[in-house]
């Protein structure tokens, strides 16, 4: 009996941006499906307005945020920013419906965590992504 060999197709690649290579063949790592998205979500969220020189809408203002007082009001102008960019920017996933994005303030190490629950389209598994927000001078 033969063994079949089953390829993968797999959905989402991007390169690894740690620029790592790979020890046998030399090339640059590869992101692949849900590793893929999350890091793209993560570059989206971390990206300042006019850091893109072609495209400085692709931005969000959670750097200037950072600076306010944390407070209901502020964690929700946070929440509705990365909400805004998920939903103008990144077609290949979806929030889920019931508290999507959660932000927690941390006033020990001067930052704020901000998770996020969504799903992959083309995957459709329950995915969470949590990022910390520091403030840098």
């Known amino acids: 009996m033969a063994l079949l060999k089953r390829k ?19 090339d640059l790592n590869k992101k692949l499906d ?17 850091e893109r020189p072609f495209n400085p809408a692709l931005s969000s203002e959670l750097a200037g945020l950072l600076f306010e007082n944390i407070d209901v009001f502020t964690a ?33 190490r001067n930052s704020v965590l901000v998770k996020i629950y969504f799903e992959i389209i083309a995957i459709n598994e329950p995915q969470e992504l949590t990022i910390r927000l520091e403030r840098l001078r």
Not at 81 to 107: A, F, G, H, M
């Open 8 to 26: 993968i197709a797999r959905i989402y690649k991007d390169f690894d941006l740690s620029f790592g290579s790979n020890s046998i063949t030399g």
């Open 34 to 50: 849900v590793s893929a998205v999350k890091q793209s979500l993560k570059n989206l969220i971390l990206t300042k307005p006019y």
């Open 76 to 108: 929700n102008r946070i929440r509705k920013t990365v909400q805004l960019l998920i939903d103008n920017y990144e077609p290949r996933c979806k929030l889920r419906s019931n508290n999507p994005i959660e932000v927690e303030p941390d006033y020990d």
